[in-house]
C-alpha cells in the first residue's frame, strides 16, 4: 500500500490498526466505559450503589441461585430518567426463600438459612402485595428465582453489580486524573522548556522535589489534607501525576523550538502564547498521547491502593480496590473468588491500558 500521499495520522492509524493487542485492548476498553456508563441498566442490582443487602445469603459462590420474595414497600419514591445512571431507589423488600407454599389467601415461607435449627416459618397476606388480585397472580410477580453469575459478598450483595458500578469509580479517575496531570504537566513543561533559564530551573527543580517523594505517600497526604471522598481521591492522584508529563514536554519542546517553523513564528512577530499552543504543542503531543494511557492506568492502580487502606471512594461507593479489602481475608478461608474477581477486573483493565499504550507507541514512532 502507498503511504505517500496519507497524512501523518493517517499512516499512524494504519500502524495501529496491524497491531492485534492494541485493538483488542482497545475495543475492550470501549466495551468496559459502555458498561460503566450503563451500569444501572445492566447490573442484576440496579438499587443505588448495588447496595441491596441479603445477610442470609452472604459469600455465597459463583452460580448461586436462590428463589427470592420481594414485598412491596408502602411508599414507593419517585423515578425518573436519570435514576438509569444514578440508579434506583428500593421500592421493595427482597426476602431469600428456602422454599414457600400458597396457603389459603397468603403465602407460607421459609427464610433462606444455612442452618437448619434456625428455620423460620412466617405468613405474608395477600393485601401486602399491592396491585396483585388473587394470591396466584402475587407468586407470579412477587417471586422469581434469582440467579448470582458471581456470587454474593460477605453483606450478601451481588458482586457482579458492584463491580459493574464500581468499574465507574476506576474509569472515572483515571479520565479526571489524566486530564488534571495533562493540564498542569503540560503547562510547566511547555513554559520551562521553552524560556529555559531561571523558569526552567524552578520547574526543574519543582519536579524533582515531587518526584523525589513517592506516590502513595504523596497521594496518602494529599488525601488526608483534603479529606476523605470521591473527588478529593481524583485531585490527589492527578496532582502526583504531571511531573512525569512535565518532564517528556519539557524535552520535546526544548528539541523542537530552535526548528525553521519556530523560527519562522517568532519572525513574524507571534506572541510567545501563540508560538506554544499554536506551533509547538501541536506536534509534540504524540509522545505525551502515549505516557497518558501509561498513566491511566497508574491513576487506577493508585485508587485501588488508596481505596484497600480506606483513603478513596468511601461506603457505600463501590470500588474495586475497596472490594478487595472487604474480602482480602476470605482468601484463606476457602473463598478467595471473593477478593479474585476485583483483583482480576483492575488487572485486566490496566494491562489492556498498557497495551495501547505500547501500540500507539508504535503507531506513532516515526522510524518504524
Partial sequence: MNHTNQSLSGIALQKFKKNFWGVFSFWFIVVLIFLSVFAYV??????????????????KSPGFEVTMLSIPLEEKPETSIFNYFSGFPNTVTEIPLLNYKIVGNSISYEEYTD??????????????????????EAEKQFIRKQHFILGTDKY?????????????????????????????????????????????????????????????????????????????????VGLTMWVEVARVVR????SVKEMQYVTAARALGFGNTRIIFNHILPNIMAPVIVISAANFASAILVE???????????PPIPSWGSMI????????????????????????V???????????????????
Avoid: C
Fill in 251 to 254: 524535552g520535546q519542546v526544548i
Fill in 350 to 368: 490496566t494491562l489492556a491500558f498498557m497495551m495501547v499504550g505500547n501500540a500507539l507507541r508504535d503507531a506513532l514512532d516515526v522510524k518504524t
Fill in 42 to 59: 445492566f447490573a442484576p442490582d440496579n438499587s443505588e450503589n448495588a447496595n441491596q443487602m441479603h445477610l442470609s445469603i452472604h459469600s
Fill in 115 to 136: 442452618e437448619p435449627s434456625l428455620k423460620i416459618t412466617k405468613q405474608i397476606e395477600l393485601a401486602k402485595f399491592s396491585g396483585a388480585k388473587t394470591i396466584q
Fill in 156 to 236: 450478601g450483595r451481588d458482586v457482579l453489580s458492584r463491580m459493574l458500578v464500581g468499574s465507574r469509580v476506576s474509569l472515572s479517575i483515571g479520565f479526571v486524573a489524566v486530564f488534571i496531570s495533562l493540564i498542569v504537566g503540560i503547562f510547566f513543561g511547555a513554559i520551562g522548556g521553552y524560556f529555559g533559564g531561571k523558569v526552567d530551573a524552578f520547574v526543574m527543580w519543582l519536579v524533582n522535589i515531587i518526584w523525589s517523594i513517592p506516590t502513595l505517600l504523596l497521594v496518602i497526604a494529599i488525601t488526608l489534607t483534603l479529606g476523605k471522598g470521591f473527588w478529593q481521591v481524583f485531585v490527589a
Fill in 304 to 314: 485501588s491502593g488508596l481505596s484497600f487502606l480506606g483513603l478513596g471512594a468511601q
Fill in 325 to 348: 479489602k472487604d474480602h482480602y481475608s476470605y482468601i484463606i478461608l476457602g473463598k478467595p473468588y471473593l477478593a479474585m474477581a476485583p483483583g482480576l477486573a483492575i488487572m485486566f
